[in-house]
């Protein structure tokens, strides 16, 4: 059963290997900033916008649970330092409608064991962190200017609107309505 997704890296659980995913983090926010004001006043908050989402994961990387650690390692460096936008899905849904960047990956907690007569990585920790992505002009498009390399997503999710949800809700005939 694949559990995640990001570009070409699945987390995976299957019966010859488990890769499990650990410590997710998903944050977002609002970016504001503080305007100046007279002596001995408070400064007004000014909201620029939502922030751009962040997660953050660890990966067990273990070989005797069938994964190949050492080349796991150099798949998620690779991504990282490729700059590449993926869409990032965990649980079967995307965490954005943009796609995600891999921003930092480390491994730690190396365990080397012998094997064959050679050393092998037989145990390790990934951490990842993933920052949403924007491309340059996407501000541009979305206050409604053209671009030329920016898509308008529209209820990606297919979600009703308020009007569709008013017309959703459930009637109880023993609740007197």
């Given at each position: 059963m694949v559990v995640g997704k990001f570009g070409s890296q699945q987390f995976v659980v299957s019966s010859s290997t488990i890769l499990p995913i650990g410590d997710i983090t998903?944050?977002?926010g609002t970016?504001?900033?503080?305007e100046s004001a007279a002596q001995g006043k408070k400064g007004a908050t000014k909201v620029s916008g939502p922030s751009l989402r962040k997660v953050k994961l660890t990966l067990q990387l273990n070989a005797s649970l069938g994964v190949e650690v050492r080349t796991a390692i150099d798949s998620w460096m690779q991504l990282a330092e490729a700059g590449t936008p993926n869409p990032l899905?965990?649980?079967g849904q995307a965490v954005s409608a943009n796609k995600?960047?891999?921003k930092s990956c480390s491994a730690s907690d190396i365990t080397i064991v012998r094997s064959k007569g050679a050393a092998k990585m037989a145990i390790a920790k990934m951490s990842l962190e993933f920052e949403e992505y924007l491309?340059?002009?996407a501000q541009t498009a979305a206050s409604g200017k053209k671009t030329g390399s920016s898509?308008?997503?529209n209820n990606a999710y297919d979600m009703p609107t308020s009007e569709e949800k008013g017309d959703?809700?459930?009637v109880n005939p023993g609740m007197g309505g």
């Open positions: 998903i944050s977002a970016g504001t900033s503080t899905i965990i649980c995600f960047l891999l491309p340059p002009g898509i308008a997503v959703m809700k459930r």
